[in-house]
C-alpha cells in the first residue's frame, strides 16, 4: 500500500524548511559595515563596484566588467552600445522573463519571438533562421534556468548573417559551455544580481565583454555619456546614471567568493534530481547538451505530460507543496501573449512600428505548451542543500504517482 499523500490527510514527507536565500555571514556583514564607514558609498569615489567588476569578468572569461543597476538595463545600454537603431529587429525567445523583450523595445527596437527547443527549452537555431529578415540586426539567447543555449549553433548563425550576440545570462552565473563560461562567448553577456538571483546584492547587474570598443561604448552609457579622458560635464551620448553603488558592490563581492561552491552542488543535485526524476513516467526534466560542462541550476525545470504520468500539473503542484516541497508552474503565457505585447502598450517606443506589429497571433507552440499545460519549476535554493533533499522531492514525486487514482478522484470531482 503507497503511504497517503499529505493533501489527503498523510504526513507530508517533508516539514523541515529546503536551504533559505540569501545566504550571507560574517564576509558580507564587514564588507557593509567597512563600506559604511568608508563614506565611500558611490562608485566614483570607492574601490568596491570596481574590483568586483574585474573579479566577476575575469571568472567569466571576460576581459571587462560594467556593473549596473540592475539586469534589464544591462540588456538595454548592451543593445544601444551595439548600435541597434529605431525598427531594427532583434530575436528574442518567447520563453523568458519579460526584460529580455522590453529592453528590446526600450531600445527601440521590435523584438521578434522565435519558439524554444522542447527538450532543452532555450532558443531553437532552426527558428531563430527562418526568423531572420533583412531588418534582423541581433539575437538575445537566454541561458534559461541557467543551462547554455546552443551558442556554437547561433554564434555560426550570426557569424554569416552579420548579426550582434547578447547573451542574457541573468540566470547563468558560472555556468559553462566547454571551457567558455556564459557571457563569455557572445559579443556581449548580461547578468541581473536580484534577489531571486543565484548571486545577488538585492538588485543588480553586470555587463560583460571581451570587446574593448563594446566596453567603452557601455561604460559611458552607463554613466551619463561620459568618456575616458573627457570633461566631468561632457556628455557624448544619450544615457543616465545606471552606476551600482558601492554597498551593493561590496555584497557581491562576497556573493562571488561563495559562487563557485554553490554552483557546484546546484549542478550535481540537480543532474541527480534529473537522473531520478526521468524514471518516472510524464517528467521530462530540461535536457542537457553534451557540451554543458556547468549548468547553474537557477531553476529546475521540467515538463509533467499529465498523458503519461497521470495527473494534472496543478494537481501535481497542489500535492507536491502539501508534502514540503515548493514548486510553481512558472510563467502563465508566452511572452507575445503577455498583454503588453498583445495590446502594444509601448509608451513612447515604436510610434511608426506599431501599427504593423500584431503578436496576438503569434504562436511559438514548445512555449506555449509548457505555460499552458506542462512546465514545473523548483527553485535554485532547493540546490543548496544535501543529497537527502534530493530524496525528499524524488519521494514526493513518486508518492503522487502511486496515489494518481486517489487525488483524481478529489480533484476531478
Ligand atoms: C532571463 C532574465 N533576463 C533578465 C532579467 C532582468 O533582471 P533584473 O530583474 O535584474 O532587471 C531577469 C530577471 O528576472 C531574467 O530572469
Not at 567569466?60 to 531594427?88: F, P, Q, W, Y
Not at 523568458?96 to 519571438?113: G, H, K, M, R, W
Not at 563557485?260 to 549542478?267: G, H, L, M, S
Amino acid at each position: 500500500m503507497p503511504q497517503p499523500l499529505a493533501i489527503l490527510g498523510g504526513k507530508p514527507i517533508r516539514t523541515k524548511p529546503f536551504t533559505s536565500w540569501p545566504i550571507f555571514g560574517k564576509a558580507e556583514e564587514k564588507a557593509l559595515v567597512r563600506t559604511l564607514h568608508s563614506g565611500k558609498w558611490g562608485r566614483l569615489q570607492g574601490e568596491e563596484v570596481a574590483r568586483f567588476e574585474q573579479r566577476f569578468a575575469a571568472e567569466h572569461g571576460c576581459k571587462h566588467g560594467i556593473a549596473v543597476v540592475n539586469g534589464t538595463v544591462s540588456l538595454r545600454i548592451g543593445l544601444m552600445a551595439a548600435g541597434i537603431c529605431a525598427e531594427d529587429e532583434v530575436i528574442v525567445p518567447p520563453y523568458t522573463f519579460l526584460s529580455t523583450a522590453s529592453a528590446v523595445i526600450e531600445a527601440n527596437a521590435i523584438p521578434v519571438f522565435a519558439d524554444i527547443h522542447r527538450g532543452t527549452f532555450n532558443l531553437d537555431p532552426q527558428a531563430v533562421e527562418a526568423a531572420i529578415t533583412p531588418r534582423t540586426k541581433a539575437i538575445i539567447p537566454v541561458h534559461f534556468a541557467g543551462q547554455p543555449a546552443d551558442m556554437d549553433a547561433i554564434m555560426a548563425i550570426a557569424k554569416k548573417r552579420n548579426l550582434f550576440v547578447m547573451e542574457d545570462a541573468a540566470h547563468a552565473h558560472g555556468a559553462s559551455l566547454g571551457s567558455r563560461p556564459a557571457g563569455s562567448i557572445g559579443h556581449l553577456g548580461s547578468f541581473s544580481f536580484q534577489s531571486s538571483k543565484n548571486m545577488t546584492a538585492g538588485e543588480g547587474g553586470i555587463i560583460t565583454t571581451n570587446d574593448d570598443a563594446l566596453a567603452e561604448s557601455c561604460r559611458s552609457i552607463q554613466s551619463c555619456g561620459r568618456v575616458a579622458g573627457g570633461l566631468w560635464y561632457e556628455h557624448h551620448v544619450i544615457s543616465g546614471n545606471y552606476r551600482l553603488g558601492e554597498f551593493q558592490g561590496a555584497l557581491l563581492g562576497c556573493q562571488l567568493d561563495r559562487l563557485a561552491a554553490q554552483t557546484e552542488r546546484r549542478d550535481r543535485n540537480g543532474q541527480y534530481l534529473a537522473a531520478r526524476l526521468s524514471q518516472l513516467p510524464g517528467l521530462h526534466p530540461q535536457a542537457r547538451p553534451a557540451d554543458c560542462t556547468r549548468h547553474s541550476y537557477h531553476l529546475f525545470m521540467m515538463r509533467l505530460v499529465e498523458s503519461e504520468f497521470g495527473v494534472s500539473r496543478g494537481a501535481v503542484l497542489n500535492a507536491l507543496r502539501a508534502e514540503g516541497i515548493p514548486c510553481s508552474a512558472g510563467y502563465g503565457y508566452s511572452l507575445p501573449q503577455q498583454p503588453l505585447f498583445k495590446n502594444k502598450a509601448f509608451g513612447p517606443y515604436l510610434p511608426k512600428a506599431r501599427a504593423k506589429l500584431n503578436y496576438a497571433k503569434v504562436r511559438c507552440a514548445n512555449s506555449d505548451l509548457l505555460c499552458s499545460a506542462e512546465c514545473i519549476w523548483l527553485e535554485q535554493s532547493l540546490f543548496l542543500g544535501p543529497r537527502k533533499d534530493m530524496e525528499d522531492i524524488v519521494r514526493a514525486f513518486e508518492r503522487i504517482h502511486q496515489n494518481r487514482d486517489a487525488l483524481n478522484a478529489v480533484f476531478r470531482n
